[in-house]
């Protein structure tokens, strides 16, 4: 038998501890969002369809200009040519209605040719499948370690099979002001960290990125930048449902500009929060460097949530622009996710 026991020194004073979950409440998915104090929001999913509701007007003017909020078309041009996690039959897969993005959905020819990935094409968001062709996302094993019960590296179809896949519909973020929709593939990252067996004292997540100079350009051609990549959330982060584990987009698995085979997305945070291409996993007790706060805390901090009010040193983050439309819009607290996280940071 193991027990779990998750503090949160950040919550407001005077708030109660979480109480202490047992082995059969952890390995429930709901009864470990319940007693982790997710229970109403574990039970109602459809907020995030509600917070994010569909526009009338938007739907109206999407139509107009070809867009759809819901649907995309079944496309070959960017299946990358390795097999995805979890094999190809499980692409793609169900979609959870409960997540959707609000806006009109990215077309997947913007949406694979617009990125940002430093270890292909350092510098700002640009054509980085021009710069993909050497890389390999197979063979590709994950290190759990750190604070876990058992540390052990595994292979990615082991994470794609948690539990079944689903297909969510997410607004996604760049700290360069720009912005799409799009349907990412994966698993709810409270599962995956079910499945990790942190122990008691694990207060965060520490993800670290692949680092294979001979088929990443960017890595040799910016050397001078502290590879691999590495990046951290804190553990009632990672176990909010909207956090997941992706291992596909668009109905089939990740291309390598998008981060394959396996990466992280959290929509309520700056893209560069959600770690690519990962190697390994780290339970920690406390809090973890990052790659970009620890070169320019004042300019990447380590919490990165999306905040129209607060400009970056460089720019203001009170407007994005939609790389589908081009369209100027401005930004939500949260990336439009306010009503699910804010809790977290109250």
Known sequence: MFE???????????????????????????????????GGLAAGLGSCGISLAQDPEAAAAAEKKGFSLDSYPASAKWVPKWEPAGRPKLYPAGRNGAFRGGRPLTPEDRAATKNNFYEFLPG????????????????????????????????????????????????????????????????????????????PEARYLRFTSFHRPEQAPGQKQAAHYPWPYYEGLRL?????????????????GLPAQHGAPIRVIV??????KSAKSFVKVEFLRDE????????????????SNVDPTIPHP?????????????????????????????????
């Open 4 to 38: 779990i026991h998750l503090p949160r020194p950040w919550s407001r004073r005077g708030r109660a501890l979480p109480p202490v979950i047992d082995e059969k409440a952890w390995l429930e998915r709901r009864a470990l969002l319940k007693a982790l104090g997710f």
């Open 124 to 199: 700002r968001a640009g054509p980085v499948y021009k710069h993909v062709d050497r890389f390999q996302a197979r063979p590709w094993t994950v290190e759990i370690a750190g604070l876990v019960e058992e540390p052990r590296s595994v292979d990615i179809d082991e994470i794609a099979r948690i539990v079944p896949l689903e297909e969510r519909i997410y607004r996604f973020r760049c700290v360069e002001a720009w912005s799409m929709v799009v349907p990412w593939t994966g698993i709810p990252m409270a599962d995956f960290v079910r499945w990790c067996k942190p122990k």
């Open 236 to 252: 009632d982060e990672a176990l909010n449902p909207l956090t997941l584990v992706v291992t596909g987009i668009f109905g089939h």
């Open 267 to 272: 929509p309520w945070k700056y893209g560069y």
């Open 288 to 303: 973890p460097g990052t790659f970009w706060s620890d070169l320019q805390p004042s300019e990447y901090p380590f919490l």
């Open 314 to 346: 460089r720019w203001s983050q009170a407007s994005e622009i939609d790389i589908a439309t081009g369209d100027r819009i401005p930004t939500e607290v949260h990336n439009g996710y306010a009503a699910e996280v804010a809790e977290l940071y109250d």
